[in-house]
């Protein structure tokens, strides 16, 4: 799946779900069999990752992987977060993220492969804003920034359209040490339900941290 392709699904969920004339987004107004039936029309298919962790006792998810080259060496994970007992989906997370292998080596990313991610994260950046409009923005990342190996690169973006918050991240670090166990190199993109009783919270489900 090249990037185009790639853009085009994500987009499409978008237009899938509808943003009303009263600008509202509602991710809930899908059913999750209807998300799992979206998934099933991908290369891939529902995995078994025990990276991540709910958060609360009545929240659930499920993973799907999609084959994907918009950057090399990444996985294109989409991970669906619902409530336990309805059923109702209240998060979807978009990661493309280097795999858990290279996260336990300890392996640093080279330039190249620095340069591939960020080239993508702005591709997605510029088109969402020119989908959903203008956003609140931390931390500077352009076309213009001189990528290296060894300095950490941020950014994100977050969107509310009606009930609904997108959020749009890049993070790359490079320097392992006792404290910092993993590289991280990954884009996130969520669609998160801000209705009672989560509205408060950033985040439904979080990756577990390395014992060694």
């Known amino acids: 799946m090249n990037f ?26 899908k059913t999750l069999a209807e998300y799992i039936d979206l998934e099933n029309q991908f290369t891939g298919g529902k995995i078994n990752d025990p990276s991540f962790e709910n958060l609360f006792d009545d929240i659930n998810h499920i993973s799907f992987i999609r084959k994907d080259n918009s950057v090399p060496d990444t996985d294109l994970i989409i991970r669906y977060v619902f409530t336990k007992n309805d059923s109702v989906v209240k998060q979807i997370r978009y990661e493309w993220d280097i795999d858990n292998d290279t ?11 620095r ?4 080239s993508f994260f ?6 969402l804003i020119s989908v959903i409009g203008e956003s609140e ?12 190996v ?21 993070k790359m670090y490079n320097a392992l040490n006792n404290e910092q166990k993993q590289s991280i190199h990954y884009i996130c993109m969520t669609y998160r339900d801000m209705e009672q009783p989560y509205s408060d919270e950033k985040s439904l489900i979080k990756r577990k941290l390395l014992n060694h």
Not at 156 to 165: A, E, L, Q, V, Y
């Open 4 to 29: 185009k392709t790639t853009l085009f699904y994500v987009i499409l969920l978008i237009s899938k779900i509808g943003i009303s004339q009263e600008n509202s987004l509602d991710i809930s107004s």
């Open 103 to 113: 996260r336990n080596m300890r392996i640093k990313k080279d330039k190249v492969f």
């Open 115 to 118: 340069d591939a991610l960020v």
């Open 122 to 127: 702005l591709q997605l950046e510029n088109q």
């Open 137 to 148: 923005v931390q931390g500077i990342l352009t076309d213009e920034t001189e990528i290296n």
């Open 150 to 170: 060894k300095d950490e690169y941020y950014k994100t973006h977050k969107w509310i359209i009606g009930k609904t918050r997108i959020d749009l991240t890049i």
